[in-house]
Nanobody, 126 residues
Framework: QVQLVECGGGVVQAGGSLRLSCTASVRTFSFLVMGWFRQAPGKEREFVTALRWNSYTTYYGHSVKGRFTISRDTAKSTVYLPMSSLKPAVTALYYC???????????????????WGQGTQVTVSS
């Protein structure tokens, strides 16, 4: 059974940093795309970033582009999302997502992903 386990969330003050990680229970070459979404209370799930495992091509949502950088460690079957200079607006439950399908378009749509983690809470206080 495939499992994605996120960790690294927490409560930080504005301007602080966190590094989220997502470890897969299977060798990640089985996944062609892995990414992060987030959902704040009362809001829809929002695309944060995605990475094509083989080419290392990365994609970012409009609200985070230039601020967050996704990375991967193949040996550890893990993707990372370091976040710095955090603002209260990024407070949300952050989910890791993955798919074994070679999706060509719409990587920002949650329906494209087949596997999800349980989420890790990020709270930024002002």
């Amino acid at each position: 059974q495939v499992q994605l386990v996120e960790c690294g969330g927490g409560v930080v003050q504005a301007g602080g940093s966190l590094r989220l990680s997502c470890t897969a229970s299977v060798r990640t070459f089985s996944f062609l795309v892995m990414g992060w979404f987030r959902q704040a209370p009362g809001k829809e799930r929002e695309f944060v970033t995605a990475l094509r495992w083989n080419s290392y091509t990365t994609y970012y949502g409009h609200s985070v582009k230039g601020r967050f950088t996704i990375s991967r460690d193949t040996a550890k079957s893990t993707v990372y999302l370091p976040m710095s200079s955090l603002k209260p607006a990024v407070t949300a439950l952050y989910y890791c997502a993955a798919t074994c399908r070679n999706i060509a378009v719409a990587l920002g749509q949650s329906a494209q992903y087949d596997y999800w983690g349980q989420g890790t809470q990020v709270t930024v206080s002002s």
